[in-house]
């Protein structure tokens, strides 16, 4: 059973940086597809950004210009770099590809 670990959440001030990495006990180039995912308390899980086996790559509205999804397939990594952090991005950031998912890294975002 492939697993996803995350890490690299933290706290940070508004207007700093984080970068989280989703290691996989797979091959991520099996993945047809891998994703970041946030859920923040009260709200549903939603997508961050996703990156395609190719290298394509969507995001949400509210992050685009500020994080980077990315992959490297040989240490078999994807990261998101964030950058511009705002309160709102404040979330439990959870990796995933198809059923599998990871167990999540916190971010707090302070004013």
């Known amino acids: 059973q492939v697993q996803l670990v995350e890490s690299g959440g933290g706290l940070v001030q508004a207007g700093g940086s984080l970068r989280l990495s989703c290691t996989s006990s797979?091959?991520?180039?099996?993945?047809?597809?891998m994703g970041w995912y946030r859920q923040a308390p009260g709200k549903q899980r939603e997508v961050v950004a996703r990156i395609t086996r190719g290298g394509s790559t969507d995001y949400a509205d509210s992050v685009k210009g500020r994080f980077t999804i990315s992959r490297d397939n040989a240490v078999n990594t994807v990261y998101l770099q964030m950058n511009s952090l705002k309160t709102e991005d404040t979330a439990v950031y959870y990796c995933?590809?198809?059923?599998?998912w990871g167990q999540g890294t916190q971010v707090t975002v302070s004013s």
């Open positions: 995933g590809a198809g059923p599998i």
């Open positions: 797979g091959r991520i180039a099996s993945f047809n597809l």
